[in-house]
């Protein structure tokens, strides 16, 4: 792929930025992080699909999962019915336009007439993989779309080579067709000063040693087997759940009242950024029990906070933590009980966590990701530029 220089042309580009103005964890960090790098860096000249209209200003970030208060048919004629509309809506822009990218970081692309070549990042499969992790709805509102618009794809972004595997062998696409960029920690994680982390733990009547896990409340996130896997082991360490509450929400207060466990067990909800900084800087050690990820991103946010980090053995984790997080059996609540174990109550393990976290993190950077989005499309785009 061609560097990137003062003395290349300039690439334009349109993102379908819907995604941006849902709450901030996972495709919504992704794209806003990435287009906050590449806008800064002056990578690209980047235009705003956004609510019908396109724009140069990325759109607002929402401050919560409104859809969700939603009916399930609500849902699902309201999805519908945007996808008739940003189809017609788009294809006119892009015809109007001189744009030499359409990137999608939504489901699945939309239809359009011209010949603008089409991006799309697969953050994970998912909705392919684990469907009984989803709402049916979701899962409907995808199959119904996604195998049928794939092949106007020119290329895919993934976000691991796990994921990037499993897309070239599960969707028969040809390896030269899709790249992985790995993501990173953000420019606010970093370790915090004693005196700061202990103001804010005071203020929320948090004690100075807790476990700290990161998430949004659904099943994929295995929460459920965490708790129980906590509920097995003798202490008073509490542990505090981050994230905002998903699909299936309510089963995990319902774990904790059944074992007993309220008080013991607390459910933050969302946190800013500088606050979740504060508590993984704090934190014995978090804990990342997803079964399936596409990434990982709470991994190294916890490594460059200066937090020991226990997850998952599963998909993409293991590829991220590198040698620098403690591998457990996700299924097996007793290896996940062993590993906060030793993690807490051993100084030595947790502080060669620590120094390998720091290490790690600094491996990944927003920079680089931005800089290896736009060679692909400068790639794919070659001929129009």
């Known amino acids: 792929m061609p560097p990137i220089g003062e003395d290349l042309r300039p690439i334009n580009i349109l993102l379908n930025a819907r995604p941006l103005g849902t709450v901030f964890t996972g495709v919504a960090r992704y794209a806003r992080t990435l287009y906050q790098r590449i806008t800064q860096l002056d990578l690209a000249r980047v235009s705003y699909f956004s609510g019908g209209h396109i724009s140069a200003t990325m759109p607002r970030q929402a401050r919560d999962a409104l859809s969700r208060h939603f009916p399930v048919w609500a849902r699902h004629i309201a999805r519908r019915a945007r996808v008739i509309a940003e189809d017609k809506l788009l294809d006119g822009y892009l015809k109007k336009g001189k744009f030499h990218v359409y990137h999608e970081t939504g489901m699945f692309p939309l239809t359009m007439s011209t010949a603008v070549p089409s991006v799309l990042t697969i953050y994970d499969l998912s909705l392919i993989k684990y469907p009984e ?219 060669m966590y620590v120094d390998r976290g720091r290490k790690r993190a600094v491996q990944f950077s927003w920079d680089d990701t931005a800089h290896r989005t736009i060679a692909v499309f400068r790639q794919i785009a070659s001929d129009m530029i």
């Not at 409340?217 to 003798?234: F, W």
């Not at 200066?306 to 998952?312: L, M």
């Open 133 to 351: 992790c989803h709402p049916l709805d979701r899962v409907s509102h995808f199959n119904r779309y996604f195998y049928r618009r794939l092949p106007s794809v020119v290329h895919v972004i993934t976000i691991s080579e796990f994921i990037r595997e499993e897309i070239i062998s599960t969707l028969n696409m040809s390896p030269d067709n899709v790249t992985a960029i790995p993501l990173a920690a953000s420019g606010a994680f970093f370790s915090r000063c004693a005196d700061d982390i202990k103001r804010y733990l005071d203020s929320e009547g948090i004690p100075d040693r807790y476990i700290l896990t990161v998430g949004t409340r659904e099943p994929r996130k295995n929460l459920i087997g965490l708790v129980r896997a906590y509920a097995t082991m003798d202490t008073d360490v509490p542990l505090l759940c981050v994230g905002w509450p998903g699909w299936m929400s309510e089963s995990l207060p319902a774990e904790i009242d059944q074992l007993r466990l309220k008080g013991r067990v607390r459910l933050l909800g969302h946190v800013s950024d500088e606050k979740l900084a504060l508590l993984y800087s704090g934190a014995l050690v978090s804990v990342y029990p997803s079964i399936y990820e596409g990434f990982g991103l709470p991994i190294l946010e916890a490594m460059a906070c200066g937090c020991p980090v226990v997850c998952s053995n599963r998909s993409s984790m293991p590829e991220v933590a590198g040698d620098a997080a403690y591998l457990v059996e996700p299924e097996d609540e007793r290896d996940i009980a062993r590993g906060l174990s030793e993690m807490m109550y051993d100084k030595g393990i947790r502080q």
